[in-house]
């Protein structure tokens, strides 16, 4: 089974920076793919970032392109979301997800392409 942690959420003005961690655990942790989502109340949750596994493609949501950077540690199974320059819109609830499953058809950017999620950080930028 797979957990996943995610944290480094707080409080920051706009402007500033912050780093999440997302640290994975399990017997037989494979995944093709990382992600980061993030969710505010009453909305669903929206595509932020992801990273595969195994070669260097990633992909952002244009609202963070330029701004926010993801990446990885194989080593420690550990992937990572730097966020600079950020806005008030970057408040929000932030999850890690994770595709473990080996086929999957829908985009990197659809939330039902991952089957393990981490419980959330919350992020909030002051303006």
């Known amino acids: 089974q797979v957990q996943l942690v995610e944290s480094g959420g707080g409080l920051v003005q706009a402007g500033d920076s912050l780093r999440l961690s997302c640290a994975a655990s399990g017997r037989t942790f494979r995944p093709y793919v990382m992600g980061w989502f993030r969710q505010t109340p009453g909305n669903e949750r929206e595509f932020v970032a992801a990273?595969?596994?195994?070669?260097?493609?990633?992909y952002y949501s244009d609202s963070v392109k330029g701004r926010f950077t993801i990446s990885r540690d194989n080593v420690k199974n550990t992937v990572y979301l730097q966020m600079n320059s950020m806005k008030s819109e970057d408040t929000a609830a932030y999850y890690c997800?994770?595709?473990?499953?080996?086929?999957?058809?829908?985009?990197?950017?659809?939330?039902?392409?991952?089957?393990?999620w981490g419980q959330g950080t919350q992020v909030t930028v002051s303006s």
């Open positions: 997800e994770a595709q473990v499953r080996s086929y999957a058809i829908m985009p990197v950017t659809t939330i039902v392409r991952y089957d393990n």
């Open positions: 990273i595969s596994w195994s070669g260097p493609s990633t």
